[in-house]
């Protein structure tokens, strides 16, 4: 159609798309560059972490961590009970001494074993998990000193008799004491497929119910 042979013509040199701008590059990223060109991670929210923010936070971080990290982040979610590795935990000295853009880049990238959130959490919601993770750290290591005055504290075990859950509820969470890996394999009878703990002892199956024909 034109003289150069293309259908259409080229952008205009540093146009951007609608919506595409990204002008704030530590709210998309988490990282900020350094003098040698390094990524720097800083213990700082791009905005502020109010409690709307927070209440976001725990609502994604309940939908989308807690299956592998648990409700209290200590890294014993329902993936233990299955089999999987413990996941991180968010109380150990380690993640503790982390800075929050280091939760945000861990999302959007993923980090060993934990694949990339990008596509299920926006940066916005991403950075409102980061300040849950903190609260929920800040929370597991709580005194009373740190409760304001006039405010009312109660302990979780006379709140777990009251709404009569498990005895359990408000002990601390431990490993299941026989746990085996999972492998992402399908046995014949197209039952997933995990290696036993004594490797002497044939494959486990998980049965599971299918369709009626098949």
């Not at 800083?42 to 961590?65: D, K, S």
């Not at 009970?81 to 280091?102: C, E, I, T, W």
């Amino acid at each position: 159609m034109f003289a150069d042979h293309r259908g259409a013509r080229p952008q205009v040199v540093n146009t951007v798309a609608r919506g595409q701008l990204h002008e704030d590059s530590y709210f998309y990223t988490g990282v900020i560059q350094g003098a040698n060109g390094y990524r720097e991670e800083q213990n700082l929210m791009p905005f502020p972490a109010t409690a709307a923010v927070l209440a976001r936070g725990q609502e994604r971080f309940n939908i989308y961590c807690t299956p592998c990290h648990s409700r209290v982040g200590n890294g014993l979610g329902a993936i233990v009970d299955r089999g999987y590795k413990p996941a991180a935990n968010f109380h150990d000295q380690v993640r503790m001494a982390q800075p929050l853009s280091h939760y945000f880049y861990v999302m959007t990238h993923g980090y060993g074993a934990m694949p990339d959130y990008s596509a299920q959490l926006t940066p916005v919601d991403r950075w409102a998990v980061a300040a849950y993770i903190r609260a929920l750290q800040l929370s597991q290591a709580a005194t009373q000193a740190d409760v304001p005055a006039g405010a009312q504290v109660r302990d979780l075990k006379d709140i777990a008799e009251e709404k009569h859950l498990p005895a359990g509820f408000a002990e601390p969470w431990k490993l299941p004491s026989t746990a085996v890996q999972a492998y992402p394999s399908v046995t014949k009878e197209g039952y997933p497929a995990m290696a036993p703990a004594n490797p002497a002892d044939p494959a486990i199956t998980i049965p599971r119910s299918k369709p009626a024909g098949q």
